[in-house]
């Protein structure tokens, strides 16, 4: 549970000391618009130590950071699949290529690429409670999710 932010942050943290040293995983972020997988993605990244502006990438799908050698070196691939409209889409973009690189890649909306994308190591389902908080579901690699608590 993310009762406000500093929740999500200290969750991050925890999560990026589990991807030490060398962040090579797939993280699916699943939740409504507004749920906050934009923000945690913003918070993992700086946990990783990722300095300058972190952007959404609603509009241009993908967002690549480079992770400082604190963090093993290395990239991080942030995706927003929300505009998806075929996940075929998905190969077109040539994120195959991507995928098949080692580094850390975040999906946000992954079922618009339902089929194309490698199995998740991480799943994190982000729901939006009447309080604002966010109830936080997390399944995959036991121990990224064991980090997570």
Same mark, same amino acid.
């Given at each position: 549970m993310w009762p406000e932010e500093a @929740? @999500? &942050?200290?969750?991050?943290?925890r999560l990026a000391g589990a991807l030490l040293?060398?962040? *090579?995983?797939?993280i699916e972020l699943h939740g409504p618009l507004g749920a906050g997988k934009t923000t945690f993605v913003r918070? %993992? /990244?700086?946990? %990783?130590g990722v300095q300058g502006r972190i952007k959404s990438p609603s509009y241009a799908v993908m967002e690549s950071y480079e992770l400082p050698e604190s963090a093993g070196g290395g990239s991080a691939s942030h995706f927003d699949f929300y505009r998806f409209g075929d996940p075929r889409e998905w190969e077109d973009a040539g994120f195959r290529d991507v995928?098949?690189?080692?580094? %850390?890649k975040l999906?946000?909306?992954?079922?618009?690429? !339902?089929? &194309? /994308? $490698? $199995? @998740?190591d991480l799943q994190l389902f982000i729901e939006l409670m009447p309080d604002d908080s966010r109830r936080v579901? !997390?399944?995959? *690699?036991a121990r990224l999710v064991g980090a997570l608590q």
């Open positions: @929740a @999500a &942050q200290t969750t991050a943290e040293p060398s962040p *090579d995983a797939v918070l %993992l /990244l700086r946990a %990783l995928f098949a690189a080692p580094g %850390l999906c946000e909306w992954p079922e618009k690429a !339902a089929g &194309q /994308l $490698p $199995p @998740a579901r !997390a399944r995959g *690699d």
